[in-house]
T-cell receptor, first 114, second 116 residues
Framework: GNSVTQMEGPVTLSEEAFLTINCTYT??????LFWYVQYPGEGLQLLLK?????DKGSNKGFEATYRKETTSFHLEKGSVQVSDSAVYFC?????????????FGKGTKLSVKP | GAVVSQHPSWVICKSGTSVKIECRSL??????MFWYRQFPKQSLMLMAT?????????EQGVEKDKFLINHASLTLSTLTVTSAHPEDSSFYIC????????????FGPGTRLTVL
């Protein structure tokens, strides 16, 4: 079946460090892939997405590339800030679109220290 | 501002009681509502999907008589945990969805349920 595996946290970094959060998926067909972020006390927010192989999603300095050959969608940011501290979820769309059901990874908590 | 609200944000109840969680979409009409449950250090797991005015479709393993979902209007859906037990303690999150084709997605902030 469809599933998402992402690296376990927590991840603790110093400000301006490079961030990578690994995400791999198992899916039939051609899913859309997403990264969501949940700041403390708030709902999940879409951070970025990619809908087909080799697409690169980007937003707020974060990037992730849809790699079909490695079934991966790793999240990266070149220089993290304290305000990036949050929980990050990798997800895929079972229905292939953004309004269908989503299958989530377990989430990775990121803490950025000044 | 928030476009989806959930109430209450956290609740503690005794075993055997029922708890109702409300999810409101504040700025748009939600034709579909997804309800998720998240256990500590686990993924968000889809519990059920409901369309306005229709009965909810439950995922395998989710008891429909225990988790009652009502989606009577395009801006309000409720999840009632009936006869709650400690194993129902979890974080419940709603996700109202608009018509297919719109790109923006919104999640509720979640409700933390603790059953003693």
């Amino acid at each position: 079946g469809n599933s998402v595996t992402q690296m376990e946290g927590p991840v603790t970094l110093s400000e301006e460090a490079f961030l990578t959060i690994n995400c791999t998926y198992t899916a039939t067909g051609y899913p859309s892939l997403f990264w969501y972020v949940q700041y403390p006390g708030e709902g999940l927010q879409l951070l970025l997405k990619a809908t087909k192989a080799d697409d690169k999603g980007s937003n707020k300095g974060f990037e992730a590339t849809y790699r079909k050959e490695t079934t991966s969608f790793h999240l990266e940011k070149g220089s993290v800030q304290v305000s990036d501290s949050a929980v990050y979820f990798c997800a895929l769309s079972r229905d292939g679109g953004s309004q269908g059901n989503l299958i989530f990874g377990k989430g990775t908590k990121l803490s950025v220290k000044p | 501002g928030a476009v989806v609200s959930q109430h209450p944000s956290w609740v503690i109840c005794k075993s055997g009681t029922s708890v109702k969680i409300e999810c409101r979409s504040l700025d748009f009409q939600a034709t579909t509502m997804f309800w998720y449950r998240q256990f500590p250090k686990q993924s968000l797991m889809l519990m059920a999907t409901s369309n306005e005015g229709s009965k909810a479709t439950y995922e395998q393993g989710v008891e429909k008589d225990k988790f009652l979902i009502n989606h009577a209007s395009l801006t309000l859906s409720t999840l009632t945990v009936t006869s709650a037990h400690p194993e129902d303690s979890s974080f419940y999150i709603c996700r109202p969805s608009r018509l297919a084709g719109t790109d923006t997605q919104y999640f509720g902030p979640g409700t933390r349920l603790t059953v003693l």
